[in-house]
């Protein structure tokens, strides 16, 4: 899949693309419904099929300050949209330039001058521009402008409720790992590289990775079943992994760490993949280390009952 930013030249055989515009973190069911639209309607018309995302999000420009949220990296994102059908992946790097830009702007210079779009299909609360002046309404009437035909996809619903990202995040949150994955259509994971750490997990008979969880949202505090792809082998492993600050020992430090079932080896610096399956239990201190252990085997044994089961 080809990957550009908005500032680049686009290769010549992707203009007069379908674009499918959107943030579309999480890439979730309604995210995909629109990306779906884009990519039907541009093998029904010969052309290649775009998917636009924006990174960092908004909201980090506008608010810095807020706890990290996202719920897929650029790389997940672009695997996603790959994998639904889209030729190539461009992102909108938002910045103070691009936040100033008015909206009739954003559609003449970028959706048309730049990437020469011959249809551009959006979610139906979209909007974009200096101030969010852009809607689906702009979209159409200025892109027509252009030879850019606008179309919008209705919200998707799952239980009554439209499918967004923030429900996923809430999800999350209240560590219900099976919502998110039903409105996901998989299990929210986390990539990074497996770094050293205190080796404490060694003594007590569960060496387990060291990750940081980075720009991702953080769910809830605890201990989850979870799966563990090596990115580079395609290794997988089933597993139990504590996402905290660890209260059982000092200094208080922010990790993933996954204990990999039936595994061992060398992961230091490996590229790793932690799906979150289900949630077992929060955190807590434990009186001695042998109580731990012992909750930690307690812990691992369902983890391995509910991994089978599906």
């Given amino acids: 899949m080809i990957r ?24 979730h069911l309604g995210h995909q419904r629109v990306v779906a639209e884009a990519v ?14 924006f990174d960092p999000h908004p909201v980090r420009h506008f608010a ?9 990296t650029l790389d997940q994102r672009q695997e996603l949209f790959a994998a639904a059908g889209a030729n190539a992946m461009l992102v909108f790097g938002f910045d103070a ?34 101030g969010r002046g852009g809607s689906t309404a702009t979209l159409a009437s200025d892109g027509a402008r252009y030879g850019i035909t606008a179309r919008t996809v209705a ?29 996901l259509t998989r299990p929210f994971a986390v990539r990074a590289r497996v770094q050293h750490g205190d080796k404490r997990g060694r003594t007590i008979g569960y060496p387990t990775a060291n990750m940081d969880m980075g720009s991702y949202l953080r769910p809830r505090y605890g201990i989850y079943a979870v799966t563990v792809r090596d990115l580079n082998s395609g290794q997988e492993w089933q597993g139990a992994a504590n996402l905290g600050v660890r209260p059982q020992f ?23 993949e932690v799906a979150l399956r289900h949630f077992l239990r929060p955190e807590a201190k434990f009186d001695s280390l042998d109580a731990l252990v012992a909750q930690m085997d307690e812990d691992c044994a369902r983890a391995r009952s509910l991994l089978a089961a599906g």
């Avoid at 830009?101 to 020469?116: I, K």
């Fill in 4 to 27: 550009c930013t908005h500032r680049d030249t686009l290769p010549a055989s992707l203009r007069g693309a379908i674009v499918a515009l959107g943030n579309f973190d999480g890439f």
């Fill in 40 to 53: 039907e309607w541009a093998r029904s018309e010969g052309r290649p099929a775009i998917v636009a995302t």
């Fill in 64 to 72: 810095p300050h807020v706890p990290p949220f996202r719920l897929t």
């Fill in 97 to 130: 330039e691009l936040a100033a830009m008015p909206a009739p702007a954003f559609v003449a210079e970028l959706l048309a001058g730049r990437m020469g779009a011959g249809g551009v299909v959006t979610g139906q609360d979209f909007t974009f521009g200096q």
């Fill in 155 to 183: 919200p998707v619903t799952a239980g009554g409720l439209t499918v967004s990202s923030s429900r996923i995040r809430d999800s999350l949150k209240a560590g219900e790992c099976e919502v998110a994955t039903e409105l």
């Fill in 250 to 272: 000092d200094p208080p430090v922010e990790l993933l760490e996954p204990f990999l079932f039936d595994f061992s080896g060398d992961l230091y610096s490996r590229e790793l």
